[in-house]
Each structure stands twice: as structure tokens, then as C-alpha cells.
């Protein structure tokens, strides 16, 4: 339980796309929200996406309109779509699990490995 693995990370020119992916384990990923974090280099973690386990999202001004979050509760996956990208995107992003169906102010209950995303001027 718990377990999340993320993927799709990579190099990319700016005003590229690329599509993270997380793969849970365990049987109440639909049952739980899901967030997307990210952090760059000397920067603190930051929150970039969130979904309820009602697919409600919640996104961070920085990428409003730029990234999409979503999830697949049949295939234990929650997504983020990153269009637009910009350099200052580039960053270690984290895929996060809360312990509740809303994201809650103590925050996700566990995490994955993280994976790079650099996008070049």
C-alpha cells in the first residue's frame, strides 16, 4: 500500500508539452486525493496540482491554465499534462498521496521517487 511510481519526466524546449504519470499501488487509490508537487534547485517543495477522489482539481497560480491533473481510478494513475512549459518549471516533480478523500492541511501521506523535468530556453 502506497507505493507511487512516476514517470515521463525528461528534457524539453520551452513551449513543449510533457505528460507525468503515477502508478499506485493498493485498492483505495480511488478512494483518496492525489497532488502533484515540485522543486527546483535551492527552492522549497512547492504544491503544484491537486484531485479529490471526486476528480475535483485545485491548481497552483503558476500553472493555471497551463497544466492539467487528472486520474484514471480503473488504472491506479493520476496524470499532470504540462503545456506551455517554461524554464522556470524545471524542477524534481513528486507525485503525493493524501489519506483522505480532500487534500488536508497535514498534507499527503506518502510519496514518490520524484522525476526531472528541465525545460531549455
Known amino acids: 500500500q502506497g507505493q507511487l511510481v512516476e514517470s515521463g519526466g525528461g528534457l524539453v524546449q520551452a513551449g513543449g508539452s510533457l505528460r507525468l504519470s503515477c502508478a499506485a499501488s493498493?485498492?483505495?487509490?480511488?478512494?483518496?486525493?492525489m497532488g502533484w508537487y515540485r522543486q527546483a534547485p535551492g527552492k522549497q517543495r512547492e504544491l503544484v496540482a491537486t484531485?479529490?477522489?471526486?476528480?475535483?482539481?485545485n491548481y497552483a497560480d503558476s500553472v493555471r491554465g497551463r497544466f492539467t491533473i487528472s486520474r484514471d481510478n480503473a488504472k491506479n494513475t493520476v496524470y499532470l499534462q504540462m503545456n506551455s512549459l517554461k524554464p522556470e518549471d524545471t524542477a524534481v516533480y513528486y507525485c503525493?498521496?493524501?489519506?483522505?478523500?480532500?487534500?488536508?492541511?497535514?498534507?499527503?501521506?506518502?510519496w514518490g521517487q520524484g522525476t526531472q523535468v528541465t525545460v531549455s530556453s
Open positions: 503525493a498521496r493524501y489519506n483522505s478523500a480532500l487534500p488536508t492541511r497535514d498534507g499527503p501521506g506518502y
Open positions: 493498493g485498492s483505495i487509490f480511488s478512494s483518496r486525493a
Open positions: 484531485i479529490t477522489s471526486f476528480h475535483n482539481t
